[in-house]
């Protein structure tokens, strides 16, 4: 199959959290196997159904150590197509214009893996003996917990000595990256609003004010990048009678995106015990939590301090539903961390509220001055690349395989700010092509 054509097909597949990424796997295997690779499915249950993991190594024998090349394929889910202008405003519908695929999944990071598997097919075809034999792994559920990686690593599926984790780095290496906490909030309505709401839906004549809030979206790890439609609406709360009654609160479409639209029905009959009293007081705890961030800084991150994004809002029948992440430096120790989740946890008690952690992924580095960064970093001056380390503000596969023990570096092509985890995502077709050289010559100076 052509390589460009490809990468359509498999950006045309919705890998999104609702639909699962089996399907892309399925493309990605058949797209192995045409190269001449051997392709193992792991196939797992989930919530959605059936999930699959692929693994793919140059011939069905397993031995020893091996470097690992890992690839998430899920991807996050769109947002509001209109807002996808550059590809008629359909997400999986892959747009070429000025060099670069426009696309879900373009840059975060479906194309790279199909860049790695053609690495891996040009140097088993003309060299099937390998010292430290290469694996090519493509994960499922990054963007809901990464519980494919945490499927693969408990059922040792693979034996990794050095681990090359795909990530839009724009060609860079990256060493080290910031952990990850995702919350979720239940903030009860009182017996009074559930009894109010009820009957106010059923009444013939009744009058409510909507109010919409507009954004920009951006991944949760660069906050600052983004524009909070949600932090607009809770901030417009704040300026209103906090008695009034919430008919409907919406926002956002996940923990892990800064919303770019946010919803808000509002009846401004008082109420008793509101539940707008409480959302209110949490997000004041927020707002603390976020300027005592501000205090721990790290000069090799942008952002250089913690972050937190409050990434959807959602109205059910007895509560209403927060949810949202935190990044946390590598300097941050665990009394600290903790410190922090018991501030929320008990401004949420306070509140009649419940908090709870749902996923916690610890911050991850590697050495400088390991065999695999030098030489890595090396090829990338023989490529004319930039060669310097950097460190990400997001949190990706490589948190969990470096419990291994592992020596792990994130790479990949395309850009992160202003361009993963928002519309009109986009890669160049010339970095993929540099990535593809980058991955050849990876696997020649450590397997061969």
Known sequence: MEFVQACREFISIDSTPSQGAKAAAEFA?????????????????SP????????????????GLELLLQNHLDTVDPGPFHLWSVTGNNPFDATIVDKKIY??????????????ARALAEISSRNPNFKLPPVLVGTYGE?????????????????PKFALIGEPTNLHLANAAKGFVSVEIIIPFSQDEIKYRSEHNLRES???????????????AHPHLGDSAIVKMLTYLDMIPESVAIMEIDGGSNYNTVPSHAFLELDFTPVSNPVNSKIRNIFAAIKILENEFKNHKDSGYSPDHPTLNIGLIRTLEDHILMSGSCRILPSINQDTFDKWMDFLRTSCLKNESQFRITDYKKPFSSSETSIFTKGCRDILSEMNLPNNLTSLSSTNESSLIARLKVDCLCFGPGLR???IHTPNEHVLVDDLEKATTFYTKVIERFCL
């Open 417 to 419: 700010e202003n361009n």
């Open 103 to 116: 696309g879900l999944g373009s840059a975060d990071v479906k194309l790279d893996f199909l860049c790695k």
């Open 206 to 220: 009744t009058s409510t004010q909507s109010k919409v809030f507009h954004g920009v979206s951006a991944h949760s």
């Open 48 to 63: 959605l159904g059936e999930e699959a993991n692929i693994i793919v190594r140059p011939n069905a024998e397993r031995q």
């Open 143 to 159: 963007e809901t917990g990464m519980m494919g990686c945490l499927k693969l690593i408990r059922k040792n599926k693979v034996n």
């Open 29 to 45: 295997a058949k797209f192995c196997r045409d190269l001449g690779l051997h392709v193992e499915e792991q196939i797992e249950s």
